[in-house]
């Protein structure tokens, strides 16, 4: 389990969603990872723990 509780809020404009770590350092962080999303929903990384909240709708369905 992961101490971080850091908790980003997102729009739908900023999918797809995806995670290198908590502090988006693509040198020092996890690999990229990308996360499903539902609308006005969380979502937890497996690697790092940051938690993402989608405010808003998703307009149309993103793969």
């Not at 980003?8 to 990872?33: A, F, M, Y």
Request: some cysteine; charged content about 15%.
């Amino acid at each position: 389990m992961n101490a971080n509780t850091e908790t980003v809020v997102i729009q739908p404009k900023d999918l797809p969603l995806h995670c290198s770590g908590p502090n988006h350092e693509t040198w020092n962080g996890h690999p990229r990872v990308f996360l499903p999303i539902q609308s006005d929903s969380d979502i937890e990384c497996p690697y790092c723990g940051t938690r993402y909240h989608l405010e808003g709708h998703i307009p149309h369905h993103h793969y």
